[in-house]
């Protein structure tokens, strides 16, 4: 079974392709949603999901959220015993969702269809194909979220459509594709985006609105900074979300028994967000630039991710664009419901075999090559186009050089990827050696192809037809290169972490948000809490199901009421 994946920066969905139809996967708790956060302590245990994200409050430094934003960079975490990098990270999502489909389906998945932010670089792509191995899955295809939601949005009446355009506004990215569907075809004319930007920045700019108001707060100085970050940041995204629908909402933190409150209005926090909201135009500029098309034609403007959920950013939306946005698919599901669509695709017996779809290469690819200025002089480091950004793929495109000094043996090819004219300003891919015949400078040529794929992985091919020297290189980025038997022992890692019984997710889930609350207060609320944790904790001892049942219920009110009316 292919199981199509949204690999979230914030958080992960799991769909199925089942009897006609994509369909998304339940996790433990029943939600269709399961939060990118990990939690490891020092001996090995480990949370995922929901439990992990309240641990971020008691445990920050055994947590890690938003770890999509480091994918494809060397930068590791410590948790406690372990050492992770967020591929590793992602793999432990991706294992949680596969016990997911599992649980739902009887199955458990060896395959999988994973969604990516359509501006995710090579080293990034190839850095969520390794997480999908180290979770056990054979990726089929990586695809490009706002593709992945343009398909199922296309798919909900399979109508021609003129060119729409699918905004992706998430926790950690922001990304922009301008698609048409046109004969059961959908195409991607062009995408762009920022992965840099989404919900998280937007909590930041929160957090500096108010902070000044908190600062005469002394027992927030005594918290260590890893905690006074998680508060402030679980704070922010509280009021975030009350701000979507009420003009003024609460930034609240608790702490000892006293809970401090910020009132913050719609038009302070629009305000605060304006410089966040200003980068969102010029993704869109680039896309419509780049399809030729002006924005008035666009038949729709598709809203997908979590974020588009702020009134501020849909207000922006519409005065961009003068109209309302579309509602018609969720935008929490849509990308795994389009990437199961994709699995469906892959595994063919559907009946959507009249359906295709193109996408695009998001960056420029090239070389660098030399180049000789009108004095004679040579300039180094300029960046030779070989696949211009928004071309279809999958696609190969060759182009000749020739060499540039006499009786040269050698030319370096680096292989970059970007816009910018000097080499340097862009990312280098690799590079590759060419052997050449010693001749006079200009003689020899060289002629390069580079082939991209659908998921967005770049071979080159280089070939000198004087002497028959060929190389073929699948971009294996020097800095990015982990072996075979590293992600075979990054797996062995991962296996050696003690999970949670499955039927027992919610129980663990109640407690570490009962550990959350006994930590934010003091007194005797936080001695009842303590109470109610160790009878909890009794009740779970005995295994009865149905006392097990009761007693989470009458917890869950108890600590719903310690959290709506907490003592002031
Ligand atoms: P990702 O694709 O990065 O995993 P999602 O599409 O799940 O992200 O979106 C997560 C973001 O959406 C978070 O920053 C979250 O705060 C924001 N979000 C979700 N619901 C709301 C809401 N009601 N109001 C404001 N922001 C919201
Ligand atoms: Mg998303």
Redesign the pocket.
Known sequence: MIAGI?L?????AVAIWKDGKPELIPNALGDL?TP?AVSIDRSGQSWVGRAALDRMATHPEETVTSF?RRMGTQASTKLGKTTVRAEDLSAIMLRSMMDDVEHATGERPTEAVITVPAYFSERQRRATRRAGEIAGLDVKRLIN?PTAAALAFGLHDREDREPFLVF??????FDVSIVEMFDGIIEVRASAGDNRL???D??DALIRLVEPQLAHIKELEAVTPGKRKAMLTLAA?AT??A???SAEADFAITLGDERHAVSVTTEAFEEEAAGLIKRLRDPVTRALRDSYIDAASLSEIVL????T??PVVRKAITRMFGRFPNSTVH??HA?ALGAAIQAGLLSGGTDLEEIRVTDVAPFTLGIDVSDQDQFGNIQTGIFSPIIERNTPVPTSRAHSYSTMRDNQTTVEIGIYQGEARNVSNNIRLGDLKVKVPAKPAGQVEIQVRFTYDTSGLLEVDVDVPMTGWHKNLVIVDEEDKRSASEIKSSRAALEKLKVHPRDEEVNVVLLTRSQKLYEEFTGPTREAIGQWITQFTAVLEKQDPRMIADAREALTKALDEVEANPPI
Not at 168 to 173: A, K, Q, R
Request: with cysteine; charged share 30%.
């Open positions: 949204d979230g920066t914030t958080n992960c949603l990118s999509k979220e992706d506004l998430g926790g950690g990215t989404g919900g998280d937007f909590n995204e975030r979300k701000l979507s629908s997908v991710g979590g974020a959920r702020m935008p929490d990308v």
